[in-house]
């Protein structure tokens, strides 16, 4: 049982209700819960929410440019091996199937980097 002359500590998430009245004391009160601390918990559960996802899209930003620089990176570097080697067996400098060659690569590693690091976050 809670003692009548009970005193609580104020606290700005709550508020008094009026219960009954006495002779001796006017109003008798109860403490209940406002919902402002409710609204304080989802605005911070919100906020929490927007900052995860925000880091999400960094994070799949940065994936992305990560997986744009190797694919590149790859593909211009069989093309440069492969043109010095065209270069070598043919004597001279022409447009050939190497180029193809270092697109498809750049595209096998693309779509290699994609499965590793999961791409399938679009699907969402």
Known sequence: MSDVCEM????EDMEYQPVCENSQNRVYVSLVRSDAE?????KEARRIRKEKEFA????????????FLASAGSGLGVLHVLSAKMLE???????????LFAAV??????NL????????????
Do not use: M
């Open 8 to 11: 609580y500590e104020l606290r």
């Open 38 to 42: 409710r609204e304080l918990r989802a």
């Open 56 to 67: 999400r899209k960094v994070i799949r930003t940065a994936a992305e440019g990560i997986k």
């Open 89 to 99: 067996v043919r004597g001279y400098s022409a447009v050939g199937g190497e180029y």
């Open 105 to 110: 690569f750049a595209v096998v590693v693309w």
């Open 113 to 124: 980097l994609d499965s590793i690091t999961g791409g399938d976050y679009l699907d969402e």
